[in-house]
């Protein structure tokens, strides 16, 4: 594939490129809130003829196709598996909430952090997504429900961290007015604990929602289910994320993912107070833990505890001053759990 890939152009970089063909700024404005509304070079029939032939031929159009969809009867919650230019596939899932309609993307076909819970890394990864492809999984949501995302989530596939430039870059595009317009503050990013990067992005002036995937509340439990503890350990990762926290004063989100009889013990609870108290209590940072009970994936094993184990391991969180929230589960007649859709789908390179 060759060209500019125009949907990854923000504004001003647009206008830039279009300068090139002798184009007036106020042609960039129109032009970007078109692709942002999903529409291809061809259909915007308000140029002329020959700059849309001319751009054609000069960019490519990164955008999705719908491959397959699947809408809960119970919620309306929407899985989508989208089509790649390139054949990959990648999934994200639509899910309606009273506050507003929540995508949740993907950021890579396929993901190298190992999780042994997750269905999303069994293949290992495939290639970065551009900025471009995150922000056309929204384009193609909006454009088949009819209906605005107004907040996003990057809890899809991939680890945000490891594909850090194309993702800062997407973060920028979907903020832009005369785009998708949406706020930093409705934008929540995911990682397994990219320690360095979380470092990084205290400085990127970017108000996100960061959440933190901790999962387990020492080093031995973490590395058995997460490789990169062994780069980053807890202590790496918390002090990273004591700094995001003195340098943005955002709140940050802990997920942890209880695995039956792994890391779901009271006694667990208990280290995972003391463990988050003893890094955010002397800097006065609010704590929130959000739990999930496993998706069980038939590759790893890993079994649901049953709701009384979440609820008491809630309760001892609250009690320490920890607010803890339980995930609910939308969509859970379609929610094969993440990265599941995509791997039972032929890929090009099969
Ligand atoms: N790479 C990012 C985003 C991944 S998915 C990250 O690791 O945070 C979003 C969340 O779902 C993460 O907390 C991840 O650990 C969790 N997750 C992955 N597979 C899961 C499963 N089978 N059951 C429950 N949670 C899972």
């Avoid at 706020?183 to 397994?192: N, V």
């Avoid at 802990?254 to 209590?281: C, M, P, Q, V, W």
């Avoid at 496993?294 to 809630?314: L, M």
């Amino acid at each position: 594939m060759k060209g500019t890939d125009i949907r990854s152009l923000l504004p001003q970089e647009l206008e830039a490129f279009l300068a090139e063909y002798g184009e007036p700024k106020y042609r960039a404005k129109q032009i970007f809130s078109r692709l942002a509304a999903g529409d291809a070079i061809s259909e915007m029939t308000n140029l002329s003829k020959s700059l849309r032939e001319k751009l054609d031929s000069d960019c490519e159009d990164r955008s999705l196709k719908v491959e397959k969809k699947l809408v809960s009867a119970l919620d309306g919650t929407v899985k989508y598996l989208f089509r790649l230019c390139d054949g990959e596939c990648i999934e994200s899932v639509f899910m309606k909430y009273k506050h507003g309609n929540t995508l949740c993307i993907s950021c890579q076909v396929g993901c190298r952090m190992g999780c042994r819970f997750c269905a999303s890394t069994i293949g290992g990864r495939i290639r970065n997504l551009e900025p471009s492809e995150m922000l056309g999984q929204i384009i193609a949501a909006q454009k088949d429900t009819g209906e605005r995302v107004s907040n996003i989530v990057m809890m899809g596939i991939g680890e945000p961290l490891d594909n850090y430039e194309n993702v800062k870059k997407f973060l920028q595009l979907v903020n832009c007015e005369g785009g998708l317009n949406i706020g930093y503050r409705h934008i929540s990013l995911s990682t397994c604990g990219l320690a360095d990067k979380i470092r990084l992005l205290a400085h990127e002036q970017l108000p996100i929602t960061l959440s933190v995937s901790l999962h387990a509340s020492n080093n031995e439990a973490r590395s058995a289910i997460m490789p990169i503890n062994n780069k980053y350990d807890i202590d790496a990762l918390l002090s990273a994320c004591v700094y995001y926290y003195s340098e943005t004063k955002r709140r940050i989100s802990f997920e942890y993912t209880l695995i039956s009889g792994k890391n779901d013990s009271e006694n667990d609870a208990r280290s995972l107070s003391s463990l988050l108290k003893s890094y955010f209590d002397k800097i006065g940072a609010p704590i929130h833990v959000n739990l999930i009970r496993v998706n069980e994936v038939k590759e790893t094993g890993f079994k649901r505890g049953d709701k009384e184990s979440i609820t008491r391991f809630a309760q001892i969180l609250e009690k320490a001053g920890i607010t803890a929230t339980l995930r609910r589960r939308l969509g859970t007649d379609v929610n094969a759990a993440c990265g599941q859709l995509r791997r039972n789908t032929a890929s090009p390179r099969e």
